[in-house]
């Protein structure tokens, strides 16, 4: 008899996802076990199956009746600007004027107006406003989540903000996977000497920012390093040469690319072994065969051409058809997407991304956890993997995407605690 802390069972529909990532056409197998269970042992799930065969093989210290609902991995959000102070609702307005992104960018708004709030914020008022967002996040559905820097662009803002990051990874019960978006946008005093500011993250910045991590990070892996190669922001050969100097510091890497331009990020990322490269709206299909033939994950970002009322979004199915690994996010941000569900995010993937609900559920949980390096860990929910699990409120998967605007989840296990509850 195996002994569990947990059996949740009776699940009308349990989605597994058991298998790891789904390249290519292979998305949306979803390891669908009708009246599944799962069994629960501290934080790791040791057991998932049938409800029958479980419930004659565990022995299990607290016994939750799913009644037929639908059970499956937490969402893992692989790209957010978590840490932020001010907003960007008069930018909003502007751009409902016609005033295009790029050109507000331009004028000193944009990225630039948030790094002028958050240069100003305290760690406390960073943190407060973090929080915020990940509770509402955590009861939308979202266990994992990536928080990235990028509104300090320089040293003293940046380090605060990763602060930030890992006081509330600490404070829990989700878990924050840390980036260094330092490559973000050129800060105003280097508007003239954007390479200056390039041979700054390069030779100043990455360097202190590892010795700052290995002393106050309490033995984490290193942070993610990201790089926005996009117009009006870093060209092929500077964000290159900023990836590079991380790789040369043992920091792995992530890029933003063809958010509006296609500059070659997306064959970038590819070649140097970025674990993903995201946004990709206006990437090529050279750029998509380079995907495919790597292990780059492709993350979508369809809430961000929705929140800038633009019609072009990723090109889902020729990147699947090319073989790629394809995940999905919100890119959470003051500016372009001020989103914080997923639920909402699959619900667009599905009618702009021409997505199925299945195909959308599992870019949003085994290929988002690839899509930050820990697709070993969780994303599904098969033995060994964090017991991170949801009990939706319906009967059937296929209500994810087809619904919109409110919120399916009943019940969020998070390393195997109840940690949300709704009624």
Same mark, same amino acid.
């Given at each position: 008899?195996?002994?569990? *802390?947990?059996?949740?069972?009776?699940?009308?529909?349990?989605?597994?996802?058991?298998?790891?990532?789904?390249?290519?056409?292979? /998305?949306?197998?979803?390891?669908?076990?009708?009246?599944?269970?799962?069994?629960? %042992?501290?934080?790791?799930?040791?057991?998932?199956?049938?409800?029958?065969?479980?419930?004659?093989?565990?022995?299990?210290?607290?016994?939750?009746?799913?009644?037929?609902? =639908?059970?499956?991995?937490?969402?893992?959000?692989?790209?957010?600007?978590?840490?932020?102070?001010?907003?960007?609702?008069?930018?909003?307005?502007?751009? !409902?004027?016609?005033?295009?992104?790029? *050109?507000?960018?331009?004028?000193?708004?944009?990225? #630039?107006?948030?790094?002028?709030?958050?240069?100003?914020?305290?760690?406390?008022?960073?943190?407060?406003?973090?929080?915020?967002?990940?509770?509402?996040?955590?009861?939308?559905?979202? &266990?994992?989540?990536?928080?990235?820097?990028?509104?300090?662009?320089?040293?003293?803002? %940046?380090?605060?903000?990763?602060? +930030?990051? #890992?006081?509330?990874?600490?404070?829990?019960?989700?878990?924050?996977?840390?980036?260094?978006? +330092?490559?973000?946008?050129?800060?105003?005093?280097?508007?003239? *000497?954007?390479?200056?500011?390039?041979?700054?993250?390069?030779?100043?910045?990455?360097?202190?920012?590892?010795?700052?991590?290995?002393?106050?990070?309490?033995?984490?892996?290193?942070?993610? =390093? *990201?790089?926005?190669?996009?117009?009006?922001?870093?060209?092929?050969?500077?964000?290159?040469?900023?990836?590079?100097?991380?790789?040369?510091?043992?920091?792995?890497?992530?890029?933003?690319?063809?958010?509006?331009?296609?500059?070659?990020?997306?064959?970038?990322?590819?070649? !140097?072994?970025?674990?993903?490269?995201?946004?990709?709206?206006?990437? &090529?299909?050279?750029?998509?065969?380079? /995907?495919?033939?790597?292990?780059? =994950?492709?993350?979508? #970002?369809?809430?961000?051409?929705?929140?800038?009322?633009?019609?072009?979004? &990723?090109?889902?199915?020729?990147?699947?058809?090319?073989?790629?690994?394809?995940?999905? +996010?919100?890119?959470?941000?003051?500016? &372009?997407?001020?989103?914080?569900?997923?639920?909402?995010?699959?619900?667009?993937?599905?009618?702009?991304?021409?997505?199925?609900?299945?195909?959308?559920?599992?870019?949003?949980?085994?290929?988002?956890?690839?899509?930050?390096?820990?697709?070993?860990?969780?994303?599904?929910?098969?033995?060994?993997?964090?017991?991170?699990?949801?009990?939706?409120?319906?009967?059937?998967?296929?209500?994810?995407?087809?619904?919109?605007?409110?919120?399916?989840?009943?019940?969020?296990?998070?390393?195997?605690? #109840?940690?949300?509850?709704?009624?």
């Amino acid at each position: 008899m195996l002994k569990a *802390d947990l059996l949740i069972h009776s699940a009308g529909q349990l989605l597994t996802l058991a298998g790891g990532r789904q390249a290519g056409k292979s /998305l949306g197998e979803l390891g669908l076990i009708e009246d599944g269970a799962i069994a629960i %042992e501290g934080e790791h799930i040791v057991a998932a199956g049938p409800t029958k065969a479980l419930a004659q093989e565990v022995e299990a210290g607290e016994v939750v009746d799913a009644a037929g609902r =639908v059970v499956m991995p937490g969402f893992v959000d692989p790209h957010t600007h978590l840490i932020w102070a001010g907003d960007r609702a008069h930018e909003f307005e502007q751009r !409902l004027a016609g005033v295009p992104y790029l *050109d507000i960018l331009k004028q000193g708004g944009g990225i #630039l107006y948030t790094v002028e709030q958050t240069r100003r914020a305290s760690l406390e008022r960073l943190i407060d406003g973090g929080r915020q967002r990940l509770q509402r996040m955590l009861a939308l559905g979202t &266990t994992t989540v990536e928080a990235k820097t990028g509104y300090g662009l320089e040293l003293e803002s %940046e380090l605060r903000m990763l602060q +930030a990051i #890992l006081m509330l990874d600490d404070e829990g019960p989700w878990d924050l996977v840390p980036t260094l978006l +330092a490559g973000h946008a050129i800060p105003p005093e280097y508007k003239a *000497d954007p390479d200056g500011y390039v041979e700054l993250v390069c030779n100043r910045m990455l360097p202190e920012v590892e010795r700052w991590w290995l002393e106050h990070s309490g033995g984490r892996a290193l942070p993610f =390093v *990201d790089v926005f190669c996009e117009e009006g922001a870093f060209g092929l050969a500077q964000s290159e040469r900023m990836l590079r100097a991380a790789a040369g510091l043992g920091f792995p890497r992530k890029v933003h690319a063809d958010e509006f331009e296609a500059l070659g990020g997306s064959s970038l990322a590819a070649e !140097l072994g970025a674990v993903s490269v995201d946004h990709l709206v206006a990437t &090529t299909e050279a750029d998509m065969r380079a /995907l495919g033939k790597s292990g780059t =994950v492709a993350v979508s #970002l369809p809430a961000t051409p929705f929140g800038l009322g633009q019609t072009n979004y &990723t090109p889902a199915g020729r990147l699947l058809q090319a073989g790629a690994t394809l995940a999905l +996010a919100t890119d959470l941000n003051p500016g &372009t997407a001020p989103g914080e569900s997923m639920q909402f995010v699959l619900a667009l993937a599905c009618r702009y991304l021409k997505l199925t609900p299945a195909e959308a559920i599992a870019a949003a949980t085994i290929n988002a956890a690839a899509a930050v390096g820990l697709e070993h860990d969780r994303g599904s929910l098969e033995p060994g993997k964090l017991a991170d699990a949801l009990i939706l409120d319906v009967d059937d998967y296929r209500q994810l995407g087809y619904c919109f605007g409110g919120n399916l989840v009943r019940q969020v296990y998070k390393r195997g605690r #109840l940690v949300v509850e709704r009624a």
